[in-house]
């Protein structure tokens, strides 16, 4: 039983990378459709996360159950959770209003955030004796990562000539979006 929990796990995994990593393309792609709209993607990001977080557990719990119950505790760090997502997803989108690509927009919230991550599940869990410098060299490494996707990101073509003054086209923004 413990082999098929594994297995579950690296499927949950692989699903969320794969969800998450197409997060930042396919919002870009949606925001620049609504062009450059600051708050309409929120809301539609919004919208799904209520269908998926709200709707659907809501039917699970009632036709299905679950272990467990409400508390104030529970729902208090948990809503600071979706919080924290929610927030996010606005920084996310208010990074490509502002210009940013997702070729490096989301590489570097997604080095950052695992960074951010470790050290406040140790400082929660206080647990920083058990921190080994093999294991900070490791987010050092991401860090540094993190710069050199900044630093070296696909910079885009520079406009024909004779083209000087014109906005890109949508063919051009779209190919950017990949």
Known sequence: MKSLDFL??????????LCWGAYGPVLHRGQTAMEGSRLRPLLCVGMAYFVIAVVVPTIWLYTRGEKGDWTLSGALWSAGGGVAGAVGALGIILAFAFGGKPTYVMPLVFGCAPVINAFLTIYMAGSWKD??????????????????????????????????????????????AH
């Open 131 to 176: 921190v080994s410098p093999l294991f900070l060299a490791g987010l050092v490494i991401v860090a540094m990562g993190a710069v050199m996707v900044l630093t070296f990101a696909p910079k885009g073509h520079a406009a024909p000539p004779g083209s000087a003054g014109h906005a890109p086209t949508a063919s051009v923004e779209s190919a950017e």
């Open 8 to 17: 579950f796990q690296i499927a949950a995994i692989a699903l969320t990378a």
